[in-house]
């Protein structure tokens, strides 16, 4: 079977794995950078191009699409729709999953407890916000950012104003949510792949820092979760609709948090953590939807 892969680093880890994966399964795996891509659409045909010509794509594609390319991945997700080439992202759930401010509203919606957060719009918004969110330390976010860039932690009013008047200069909103003392810098990110978790692990962020984020120095552990905690991942999953995903949950008084859905989870961390061949789940995933 011929897979298309999506992705803007061919030798980054994840990519590497997938195209290993595929051809361990005896599949051809091709490697497109989607941002030398767009749609063409005239007279009732269409197509995808890249770099100005028609993409010969393959039976099922796997976009693996980053946050600063968003937009255009979507775009090129929605072609495949209409080329009518399955594929293991909808557009609906990368956009879904990329806005944490929606998402959240989506599994609270449902009833799923998330962290306490407020959407806010300004420095003056988020000063009388941080107050009833008190006491400090208090965590700002912008709405879409990944490997914890774009997180960071007030510890007082004056880090707050300055925090929200230099996010505010990037995106015209951003979020602001309670820090969880009692986590200790720990979270859980369980990797689900279409209807089943394939690997968890327990990340501990590094001292000095608060963002368990494996880019950021965390470290981590195999982890089992619960019979509760399993169904709440996939659920939170399913909510979302992405069909890969990393949950990341927290751990809480009032018990585990959900505090985002990654919409194109990184496999080196989970991988080498837990040593379960999750880029082989992947593309038997793809190659179940052809």
Known sequence: MRMTVFSRGPGLYSTRRLVEAGEERGHEVEVVDHALCSMYLSGGKSALLHNGSPLRLGEVAIPRIGANITSRGVSIIRQLDVLGVPHTLPADALLLARDKSCCLQQLTAAGIDVPRTVLCFSIFEARLIAKKLAPFPVVVKLLESTHGVGVALAHNMYQLERLVEGFLQLQD??????????????????????????????RTAAEGEFRANMHRGASAVPATLSEADEALVLRTAALIGVEVAGVDLIPSKRGPLVMEVNASPGLEGIEGTTGVDIAGAIIEHAASKV
């Open 173 to 202: 909103r951003v979020l602001l949510q309670e820090y969880i003392r009692e986590s200790r810098g720990s979270d859980i990110r369980a990797l689900v792949v279409g209807k089943r978790i394939v690997a968890t692990m327990e």
